[in-house]
Each structure stands twice: as C-alpha cells, then as structure tokens.
C-alpha cells in the first residue's frame, strides 16, 4: 500500500474521511455505509456459519446411525448367510466395520399413548459403531441390552409415553404369524434397559433398538437379517466403495450409499445455502451504493480543493488514488468491524439464543422442527475469506466511478467562481 499510495496521498485520504461541520449530511451517509458492510458481512458470516454447522451435525449424526453404505435384498424375506457376506466386505479397503442389521415398523404403545416406531435390531457389540448412540448409553444400560433382551428407546419417546428404565413398553406390528381367520398382528411387552439421546430429535422420538436375536424373532426373519450396514474410514468418498461392494453381490442384492439415500435432503440444503447467500449479499451491495452516493456528494463539495491540488502540480492519478482510498476505507474497516462481529456471534451463538429466548419467552429452535437439539454453528475459513474478498471488492468497484470524476476536475472550470 505504501508502494502505490504516498504520504501526501494518505494524509488528505484520512482528513477526507473526517467531515468538516458543513459537511455532516455527506459523514451521515458514510456511517450507514460503513453499518451496512459491517452488518452485511456479520450476516453473511453467522448464516453461513449456521447453515455449515447445521450440515455438518445432521450428517454426522446420520452417519453415525446409519451406515455409510447399505446392502438390501431385491427379494422379500431378507438376506441369508449374512455373516459370510459381512466378512467378505469387511476386507475391502476403507471398510470400518459390517453389521447386520433387521429393521421394522411398529407401534409403541404404554400408558394409553400410541407412537410410531421403527424398530432396529443389532448386536450389542455393533453399539459402538454408532457413536452417536453409544456415546448416550451408560454401562448399565449396555449391560442390560447385552444380557436382559431389553429395547433401547429415545428421551423424546420416553417422555411421551411417560415410562422410564425399568418399565416395558408394548410393541405392536403388523408383520404377524398367518392363522386361519388371517395374519394377526404381533404383540409383545418389552422392558426398558435404556434411554437414549442423541442429539438428534427424530430419532429420540421415533427409534427403538433392540437385540438382534430378539429382533428376527420379533419380525420372523428366522436367521436373515433385512440388511448390511457398513461404515466406512473416509464416507466423503464413498462412491467406489459403493461400487466396488456392489460388484461383489450376487443378482438378489443391491447397495445403496448415504449420498443417494440422502440426496433430495442434502440438494435441499444446498440450494438453501446459496440462496440465502445471494440474498444476504444484497445488503452489502446496497452499502455499496451508499459508498458511492456519499463519494460522489464528497467529490462535489471538494471541487476547489482538488483545483487548488491540479493547479500546485497533482496528476489527476493522485487526486484518484486519495478519493479511492477514502472509499475503499469505508469498506475495510466495515469487513473488518464486521468480520470480528460475525465470528463472535458465532463461538457464542448458543448463549446468545438463550439469552434471546429468556428475554422474548419464545422458543427460537424447535427441535420438532430443525430435527437438532442445539444450534449449530461452523465457522469455514474459505466462506469467511470469499465474504471478505467480496465485500472490498464491492467497496473498492463503489469507490472507482467517484474517484474517477474527481480526477476529471478542471481546475480552471472549478476555480471561476471562486
């Protein structure tokens, strides 16, 4: 900066930006502008943010509950001599871990209160493939899963029907055994080992897990499971592990990874973000505007002192370079103001929401709603710096078109009248 601007050059961009008493309405406007960087970038900086940490926890949690990739049977009754086929997978690269895995439907129901339920049977000691849920679990609690044929249920769930540890819930689904007036629904009590909480409000509401053994048969699987879920070291890339699982199943079987299973949410997500983002920009821009209003009246009211400049020998690239340094300051040290504003709302967003809520008595993040029980936020360094580059970029296009003009000042012309 010193290379390209000189001292002179630095002294009257700086005593530019300080307003003389006449010329307060043009200072009025400047503030604004200088406001509007500053809450435009703080915006953009704290919703990004938001919508990243969102992202990022709802996958992550996904992930953890679910695998990476799943096996299915294309046929009905699930798939058979399921431990040769998780062993076989088990040896391909970026394999973690295979667990077989039954899933149903069923209705919960205790204390005159009915739920919608999905039911998941698995090992015990698949448990810690789901980190999300072992994490939640204590030692009693994966003790009594192990060894008491237990079902494991949500904080949410718990609440609704009113039970607790040690309690049963009745679990009812319609996958029953054929009789001669029909196939009559299966009905079962079961007791209630554990709580759990994941973080994640659809499955504490609506999951329940349960062991394996007790699983197939409850749903009458009969030695099959439904599927195969494997977790993988890097689910970024999760594409030719896919295809490479996919190659080795026979005809019966298909693989589907997370990103198809998930694709509508996460395009869902996406094109929020990048709309959000568009609209967010505008606020910048308009600040931008204001830069260039306010250096244009600026230009105008120093007529005679850029005359007074020419006419002592400044060249009209001098008189540019002061009146683009007042202006691109504004933006500077709006994005800067800004920067440091957006990055401290976000490391302390979950205290401020709670302060917002206590102050207004409303709730600000449903979890019902957002599916996540806190509010996240992840800060990425690469939407912070193309915020920044965005805004002095715009703020240094503002200041081009006023400087210009005030290097096309005739000294002659603006001195007549003097």
């Known amino acids: 900066m010193r290379h390209y601007f000189s001292a002179v050059e630095r002294l009257l961009a700086f005593r530019y930006m ?51 990739v799943s096996v299915y049977s294309k046929v009905a009754g699930g798939i058979v001599d399921y431990d040769d086929l998780a062993l076989k997978i088990a040896e391909m ?6 667990t077989p895995q039954i899933e149903g439907q069923a209705m919960a129901t205790q204390n005159t209160v009915s739920l919608g339920a999905v039911v ?17 679990l204590d030692e009693a609690e994966i003790t009594g899963f192990r060894e008491k044929n237990g079902v494991l249920i949500g904080h949410a769930m718990a609440f609704k029907l009113g039970v607790k540890t040690g309690d049963s819930v009745t679990l009812t689904t319609a996958k029953g055994k054929p009789t001669a007036f029909g196939t009559l629904p299966t009905r079962r ?23 394996l053994a007790l699983a197939s048969d409850f749903f009458g699987y009969d030695g099959r499971v439904s599927a195969l879920e494997i977790y993988a070291a890097a689910p970024e890339n999760i594409t030719l592990l896919r295809n490479l699982i996919g190659e080795s199943l026979t005809d019966n079987l298909s693989a589907f990874d997370w990103i198809e299973r998930n694709r509508g949410f996460l395009n869902a997500l996406r094109v929020e973000r990048n709309v959000m983002f568009l609209i967010l920009t505008l606020i910048i821009l308009v600040a931008a505007f204001n830069i260039i209003s306010s250096m244009i009246m600026l230009v105008r009211s120093k007529n005679a002192d850029i005359a007074v400049l020419r006419a002592m020998g400044a060249s009209s690239g001098s008189i540019m370079r002061v009146f683009l340094m007042t202006g691109a300051s504004i933006g500077v040290v709006g994005t800067t103001a800004g920067t440091v504003l957006g990055l401290v709302f976000c490391w302390n967003i979950d205290v401020i929401k709670q302060f917002i809520e206590g102050l207004s008595g409303a709730e600000l993040f449903a979890a019902e709603i957002y599916f996540l029980s806190n509010l996240p936020a992840k800060t990425d360094p690469q939407d912070i710096f193309m915020v920044i580059s965005m805004a002095l970029g715009l703020s240094f296009f503002a200041s081009l078109y006023p400087a210009w003009r005030a290097s096309r000042v005739a000294p002659a012309e603006a001195l007549r009248y003097e």
């Open 120 to 136: 998941r049977g698995l090992r015990w000691s698949d448990l810690a493939v789901r980190k999300p849920l072992w994490d939640s």
């Open 18 to 68: 300080r307003a003389r008493r006449a010329e307060g309405f043009i200072s009025v406007i400047a503030w604004f502008s200088l406001a509007g960087i500053t809450l435009g970038v703080a915006t953009l900086i704290v919703v990004m943010s938001v919508m990243n940490g969102f992202r990022a926890e709802l996958v992550g949690r996904i992930l953890g509950l679910n695998g990476h």
């Open 189 to 211: 009590n079961f007791p209630i080992v554990g709580i759990f909480d994941v973080g994640m409000y659809e499955y504490d509401s609506s999951f329940v897990f349960m062991p």
């Open 93 to 98: 690269p970026n394999v973690v871990a295979v």
